[in-house]
C-alpha cells in the first residue's frame, strides 16, 4: 500500500468511507436517536468490536471461530469483578453476614474473596486483565490447535466445544462467578454513576472512540505484508508455508488479535448494560456474533461494523414489533447471506454500488479496494491439487 | 374508589354474570380497606410525576419472553396478567381509568429483558410493569426500576435474598415452600433421610441450603446432594446413587426439559412413586410442567407451592372457569400462572389504597394490602414486599392435576433472608 | 464413599452403573450416526441435527395422538410405526434442505455451518408455531414403561434396553448400507474422490442428495427413540448439538467405527464421573479431557489414513 498524507487519505474513496462512519456514528445517531436508542446502539457497537476481529481471523485467515464469545465474556467479566467489588464496600454491604464481598458470595456463604478476585481492587490490573486474559486464553488454545495444524471446521467445534465448558463452569460456580444470573447490579466506575443519562452518553462517545482505535489497528495488519500473508494463508496454506512463513504463528496471532478486539467490547458492553451474564458466552451467542460479520461482508472491517449495526436494529425492531416474526427472519437472514451473497453487505456495495459511484464522480478505476478486498483467492485452484474439505474455507465468491 | 362509584358499578354489572358479581363483591372488599374519596380524581391529583395516566386511562407494561426458550414457561404468566387486567377493566378499571398495558417481549435474553423495561419506564411512562419470570431476568431489571423509579410485579417462587423497594413479588420466597414441605414430610411421612436433587443455578442451589440446613435442625440427614446443567437429560447415574442410599425423600428443584428426562428416567428405572419409597417432592413441577413430562411419569409425586389448580375455592372456581373460557378448555394452571395474575389485582388495591399512581405513595400503603378473591385463597402484603400465603401439598394425578393433601394452617411468613438458613 | 454397603449392594450398584454407561453410549450412538453420515462422510456442519431429531420426536408425538384417537386398540405397536414415519418424513426434509441450501454449499463446509444455523431458527419458531411453546409429552404404551427386576436392586429400565436396541439395529444398517453395499461404495467413492467418481459414471448429485437424506432420516430415527427418555419441545434439539459433534469430531470424522468407539469412551467416562462428581463438574470435566484429546491428537481417535 502506498502511504498516502493524511489529508489526501481522508479525501481516498476508502477515507470517505471512513468519515461517513464517523459522521454517522459522531454526529447522525447521536442527533437523531433520544438518550434511551443511542444507549442501545452502543450496545450494539461492542458487538462491532468481536466482529471486526472476526474478519480478521475468520475473513482474512480463514480461521472460523464459534467460542468469541468466550473471549467477549472474560472481557466483560473482568469490568463487572471491578465494578462489582466497588459495588460491595463494606459500607454498602453491611447487611451481609460478611461485609465486603459481593452480595451473591455472600449467599454461597464465601466468607473472603477468592484469590483470582484480588486483583480486580485495581483499575490498572482490570484494564490489563481485560485485553490479557482473553490473549492469554487466545495463545494458549491457539497454540496448542495451530502448531499441530488444526484448523476449518475442527477448530470451529473445538471452539464451541469451550463456550459450552465456560457457560457450565460459570454457572455451575455461582459462588465465585455469581452463577447463571451473573454480575448484576453494577453502579459506578471509579466513583462515576455509570447509569445516569449523561454518563451513558460518555460512554457512547468512549466505545465509538475505542472501536475505531480497533477499525484502525486492524486497518494496519490488512494493508501491510502481514494482512497480505494472511489472506495468501487462506487461500493456499501449503504454498505459504513452503515459502518459509510459520504459518501457525501467524494464524495464533490473528486469532489473539481477534481476542482483544472482542475482550474490549465485552468490557464497554458490561459498562453499558450495567451487568454481565454467561448467556453472552454461550454458543448462541457466539453463533450470532459470526453472523454480524457475515452479514455485513467477512472480508471488510468496515462492513462488520454495518453489519452489527444493522442485525441488532432489527433484532430489536423486529421482535418489538412481530416478536413471532423474529425467528424465521433471522433464519432466513442466515440462509440469504449464505446462499446469495456470500461477501455480505460489502460485497453487495463493491459489485453494485461501486460501479454507480465511478460512472457518477467519473473515477478512474481506484487502486484502493481495501473497504472490501478483492477476492483473492481462487478455491478451484486448491480443489485441483489437495483440496481438503475440513480444513479450509474456501473464498465465498462463486462467479 | 369511593362509595358512590361502587354502587354505580354495581348496577351498571349487576345484571351481569355470576362471575361479574363476584368482581363487584371484590370491589366492595377493597373498598372496605380504602377511604372514600372523590369518585374519579382528577388526572393532576393522582398522578404527579408524570406517568401514562389520562383521565379514562392508565398505561401498564407486561414484560414477559415470548420467544425464545423461556417462553414456555412465560406464557401462562402472560395470559393471567392479561385476564387480570381485562378483568378490572371489566370491574370499572383502577381509580376509574380503564387500563391499557404495552407488551414487551423479553425474548429469553437479559440485556433485552433491561433494555424493554428501561422503554417501558422512559418512553411508555407505566405506571406498573408486571412481568419477568427466571431470577436472572429480574436482576436485569431490578437497577432499571430501581434507577427510574417503576415497580415490577413479579410472579415466579424464587430463592429469596432479595427485597428491593420497586419489586412486589408475588410468588413465594423459598423458604415459605420449603419449610412447609420439609415439615410435612417429616410429621405425616415419617421421613429421616433426604436426597436433594436440582438443576444448576441460583433457585435450587439456595433451596437447597435452605433444606439442608432446615434438616439438620430437625436432626436428620441429608445423604447426597446433585446438580446437573440446565437441560441436562441423562438422569441414570443419580438414579443408582438414589438406589443405593435409599433416602426417605427426594427433595428435587429440577427445572425445564431436565424434568422431563428426569422423570421418565426414574419411572423407567423401576420406580413407583405411588409406592413412596422414595417419596419425591418437588418445589418446581407446576401443572404446566406436568403436561410437558406427562402425568403418567409424575403421579404420586409431591409438590410443595402455594397454589394448585384443584383447590377447592370458590374464588378459585371462578378464576379457572374464566382463565378456560378465555384460552380454552385445555388450559392448565399453575402455581407462577396464579401468582402473575395477582399482579394487577394488588396492584389496583394499592392504587386505591393510596389514592394515587404515584409509585412512592403506593409503596407506603403496600404493607397490609389485603386480597381476600385470591383463587389461592387470600394473601397480603409483608412490610418486606413479599406476600403472606399458605403452602399446600399437593400429590400428582395420573390426570395431571395436584391432589391437595396438606395446607398450612396459618399463612406462612415471607422472610427472603431468613436468620439461620444463611 | 463405599463404607456401609455389602459387596452384593456394591455389585449390584456397578451392574446398574455400567448399564447407565451403556444407555448413554446408545443416545449418543444414535445421535451421533446421522451427524457422522451427513458432516464425516459429506463435510456438512449440518446445525439443524438438533432439529431433524426433535421433527422426529413431533412426528412420535402426532403418531401416539392418531393412534389413540383412531386405532385405541393397535397403541402397543404405535412406537414402530412412528419410527419409520420419522424416518421418512425427516429423510424427505433432508433432500429438500440438500436440494434447496445444501448442494450450492459443498465447496464451502463453514458457510454450511451458518445456513443451517439458520435453518435451525426457522425450524425452532416454526415448532413453536405449529405445536405451541411449551413442550409436549408424548405418551408411551404401557409395555414400554417400568423395568425387568434382575435382582432387589438391580432394575433395567425396559426403553432403555428398546433405545439400545434401535441404536445398535441403526449402526450394523448403517454399516451394512455404507460398507457392503454398492450404494455405500458410491458414497465412499464421492467423498474420497468427487471428479474421479463422476468420471467412472456416478450420479453424484444423487449421491449427495440421498445421503444427505439418510443422515436426516436417522436424526428422525433418534428423535422418536429419545421420546422415550427425554424432552420434547421447540427449542429441545438445542441440547444435544454440542455432545453430537464432539462423539463425530473425537472419533475421527470420517470414521463411523471411530464414532461409535468415541460414544462409548465419552459416555463411559461421563457415567463413571458422574457417580462420583457432581453433575455439571462431570460434565465440565468429560468436555475438558475431550478438547484436551483434540489438542493432542486432531484427527480424532480413528483417523483415516489418507494422503493429503
Known amino acids: 500500500m502506498k502511504s498516502l498524507s493524511p489529508l489526501k487519505w481522508f479525501a481516498s474513496r476508502e477515507g470517505l468511507y471512513y468519515l461517513a462512519l464517523v459522521l454517522l456514528l459522531v454526529a447522525v445517531l447521536p442527533l437523531v436517536l433520544g438518550p434511551f436508542r443511542l444507549n442501545m446502539v452502543g450496545k450494539y457497537l461492542t458487538y462491532a468490536f468481536v466482529a471486526i476481529g472476526l474478519v480478521m481471523c475468520w475473513g482474512k485467515a480463514g480461521i472460523l471461530s464459534l467460542g468469541q464469545g468466550v473471549f467477549f465474556g472474560l472481557g466483560g467479566y473482568s469490568m463487572a469483578m471491578f465494578l462489582k467489588l466497588e459495588a460491595s464496600s463494606p459500607e454498602a454491604t453491611a447487611i451481609q453476614s460478611t461485609p465486603g464481598i459481593p452480595d451473591f458470595m455472600d449467599w454461597n456463604q464465601r466468607t473472603e474473596l477468592p484469590w483470582f478476585w484480588e486483583p480486580f481492587n485495581s483499575f490498572s490490573f482490570t484494564v490489563i486483565a481485560i485485553v490479557g486474559v482473553p490473549v492469554l486464553l487466545a495463545f494458549i488454545i491457539g497454540f496448542a490447535m495451530f502448531t499441530r495444524r488444526v484448523g476449518g471446521v475442527y477448530f470451529a467445534i473445538i471452539t464451541q466445544a469451550i463456550a459450552a465448558i465456560l457457560t457450565i463452569l460459570i454457572i455451575g460456580q455461582q459462588g465465585y462467578t455469581g452463577g447463571v444470573n451473573g454480575i448484576t447490579d453494577l453502579q459506578t466506575l471509579m466513583g462515576w454513576d455509570i447509569r445516569s443519562d449523561a454518563s451513558k452518553n460518555t460512554l457512547y462517545f468512549v466505545t465509538v472512540g475505542l472501536l475505531f482505535l480497533c477499525l484502525f489497528v486492524a486497518r494496519m495488519v490488512q494493508n501491510r505484508k502481514l494482512g497480505r500473508i494472511l489472506v495468501a494463508m487462506n487461500a493456499q496454506e501449503t504454498r505459504v508455508r513452503f515459502s518459509g512463513y510459520d504459518v501457525a504463528a501467524f494464524k495464533i496471532f490473528v486469532f489473539c488479535l481477534a481476542a482483544a478486539f472482542a475482550g474490549i467490547g465485552g468490557a464497554m458492553f458490561t459498562l453499558i448494560v450495567g451487568f454481565m451474564s454467561p448467556s453472552f458466552i454461550g454458543i448462541v451467542a457466539s453463533i450470532e456474533m459470526v453472523i454480524f460479520c457475515a452479514l455485513g461482508g467477512r472480508l471488510s472491517i468496515l462492513g462488520a461494523v454495518y453489519g452489527a449495526l444493522l442485525v441488532n436494529a432489527a433484532k430489536s425492531g423486529f421482535s418489538e414489533t412481530f416478536p413471532e416474526l423474529w425467528p424465521f427472519a433471522m433464519g432466513a437472514l442466515f440462509i440469504g447471506v449464505v446462499l446469495a451473497f456470500p461477501n455480505g453487505l460489502a460485497g453487495l456495495y463493491q459489485n453494485y454500488v461501486m460501479p454507480l459511484e465511478d460512472r457518477l464522480f467519473k473515477r478512474s478505476k481506484p487502486e484502493l479496494k481495501t473497504a472490501a478486498e478483492p477476492v483473492a483467492t481462487r478455491p478451484s485452484a486448491e480443489k485441483a491439487d489437495n483440496y481438503d474439505p475440513m480444513t479450509n474455507t474456501c473464498s465465498p465468491e462463486k462467479s | ?422 | 464413599m463405599f463404607d456401609g454397603y455389602t459387596s452384593s449392594e456394591l455389585m449390584s450398584i456397578f451392574a446398574m452403573q455400567g448399564f447407565a454407561g451403556l444407555s448413554l453410549f446408545s443416545v449418543f450412538v444414535l445421535m451421533a450416526l446421522g451427524l457422522a453420515i451427513i458432516f464425516g462422510q459429506m463435510g456438512v456442519i449440518n446445525m439443524a441435527h438438533g432439529e431433524f431429531m426433535i421433527l422426529g420426536a413431533y412426528t412420535t408425538y402426532l403418531t401416539s395422538g392418531f393412534f389413540q384417537l383412531y386405532l385405541p386398540g393397535l397403541f402397543g405397536g404405535y412406537f414402530f410405526v412412528a419410527m419409520i414415519l420419522a424416518f421418512l418424513i425427516c429423510s424427505a426434509l433432508g433432500a429438500l434442505v440438500e436440494w434447496l441450501m445444501i448442494r450450492h454449499l459443498y465447496h464451502r463446509p463453514l458457510d454450511t455451518l451458518l445456513a443451517t444455523w439458520g435453518l435451525s431458527l426457522i425450524m425452532q419458531q416454526a415448532y413453536r408455531s405449529i405445536f405451541g411453546a411449551r413442550e409436549v409429552g408424548v405418551d408411551l404404551p404401557e409395555w414400554m414403561m417400568g423395568a425387568f427386576s434382575v435382582t432387589d436392586l438391580v432394575e433395567l429400565p425396559i426403553n432403555g434396553l428398546f433405545v439400545m436396541i434401535i441404536a445398535l439395529s441403526t449402526a450394523v444398517a448403517v454399516y451394512l448400507l455404507m460398507y457392503r453395499s454398492g450404494y455405500g461404495k458410491k458414497v465412499r467413492a464421492v467423498v474420497q474422490n468427487r471428479p474421479m467418481a463422476e468420471a467412472v459414471g456416478v450420479n453424484s448429485a444423487g449421491i449427495d442428495r440421498a445421503t444427505f437424506a439418510l443422515g436426516s432420516g436417522i436424526a428422525g430415527i433418534a428423535g422418536a427413540a429419545f421420546t422415550m427418555i427425554g424432552s420434547t419441545g421447540p427449542s429441545s434439539g438445542q441440547a444435544y448439538i454440542v455432545d453430537t459433534f464432539l462423539v463425530v469430531v473425537f472419533g475421527g470424522a470420517q470414521s463411523l467405527i471411530g464414532t461409535i468407539v468415541s460414544a462409548f469412551g465419552i459416555s463411559q467416562a461421563q457415567s463413571t464421573m458422574e457417580f462420583f462428581l457432581s453433575g455439571s463438574m462431570a460434565k465440565v470435566l468429560t468436555l475438558l479431557v475431550v478438547v484436551g484429546i483434540l489438542m493432542l491428537r486432531p484427527e480424532g481417535l480413528m483417523a483415516l489414513k489418507v494422503r493429503r
Not at chain 2, 354474570?17 to 370491589?27: C, D, E, H, N, Y
Not at chain 2, 400462572?337 to 394488588?346: D, E, K, M, R, V
Open chain 2, 1 to 422: 374508589m369511593g362509595t358512590t362509584d361502587t354502587t354505580a358499578s354495581g348496577r351498571s354489572f349487576g345484571k351481569g354474570l355470576g362471575f361479574r358479581k363476584s368482581l363487584m363483591t371484590l370491589a366492595a372488599s377493597v373498598m372496605l380497606a380504602t377511604s372514600a374519596q372523590a369518585a374519579t380524581p382528577g388526572t393532576a391529583e393522582v398522578n404527579t410525576t408524570g406517568l401514562a395516566v389520562t383521565d379514562d386511562t392508565v398505561t401498564v407494561g407486561i414484560l414477559h419472553s415470548i420467544t425464545g426458550t423461556m417462553a414456555i414457561s412465560e406464557i401462562g404468566s402472560v395470559q393471567a396478567e392479561k385476564l387480570a387486567i381485562k378483568q378490572i377493566n371489566a370491574s370499572g378499571g383502577v381509580l376509574g381509568r380503564q387500563i391499557e398495558f404495552v407488551q414487551e417481549d423479553g425474548a429469553s435474553d437479559w440485556p433485552t429483558f433491561a433494555e424493554k423495561s428501561r422503554k417501558l419506564l422512559r418512553q411508555d411512562n407505566v405506571a406498573a410493569i408486571f412481568g419477568a419470570w427466571t431470577s436472572a431476568s429480574r436482576k436485569a431489571i431490578l437497577p432499571v426500576i430501581e434507577q427510574y423509579n417503576g415497580m415490577l410485579y413479579y410472579p415466579t417462587f424464587y430463592e429469596g435474598l432479595e427485597q428491593s423497594p420497586n419489586v412486589v413479588y408475588t410468588g413465594q420466597e423459598a423458604t415459605q415452600q420449603i419449610l412447609a414441605g420439609i415439615d410435612w414430610a417429616v410429621e405425616t411421612k415419617a421421613a429421616k433421610t433426604f436426597y436433594l436433587l436440582g438443576s444448576d443455578y441460583i433457585w435450587p442451589r439456595t433451596s437447597n441450603k435452605i433444606a439442608r440446613k432446615h434438616i439438620n435442625k430437625l436432626g436428620l440427614n441429608v445423604v447426597g446432594e446433585e446438580y446437573y446443567p440446565l437441560g441436562h437429560t441423562q438422569f441414570n447415574s443419580v438414579i443408582n446413587k438414589i438406589k443405593l442410599k435409599k433416602p426417605d425423600v427426594i427433595f428435587a428443584s429440577v427445572v425445564g426439559g431436565s424434568n422431563v428426562a428426569f422423570y421418565k428416567q426414574m419411572k423407567a428405572a423401576g420406580v413407583d412413586f405411588t409406592d413412596e419409597k422414595p417419596l419425591l417432592l418437588t418445589i418446581s413441577v407446576t401443572e404446566d410442567e406436568i403436561r410437558g413430562i406427562g402425568g403418567e411419569n409424575v403421579e404420586g409425586i409431591y409438590a410443595s407451592m402455594k397454589y394448585f389448580q384443584s383447590l377447592d375455592n370458590p374464588n378459585n372456581k371462578e378464576f379457572v372457569a374464566a382463565f378456560k373460557e378465555a384460552y380454552g378448555d385445555d388450559m392448565v394452571i399453575g402455581d407462577v400462572t396464579q401468582a402473575a395474575y395477582l399482579g394487577p389485582w394488588l396492584w389496583k388495591a394499592a392504587v386505591e389504597k393510596a389514592g394515587s399512581f404515584d409509585i412512592d405513595k403506593i409503596r407506603e400503603v403496600f404493607a397490609g394490602i389485603e386480597f381476600t378473591r385470591a383463587p389461592e385463597g387470600y394473601v397480603r402484603i409483608h412490610e418486606n414486599h413479599h406476600l403472606w400465603s399458605k403452602t399446600r401439598i399437593g400429590q400428582a394425578q395420573s390426570d395431571g392435576q395436584y391432589k391437595v393433601v396438606y395446607e398450612t394452617e396459618e399463612l406462612m411468613e415471607p422472610d427472603p433472608f431468613p436468620e439461620g438458613y444463611q
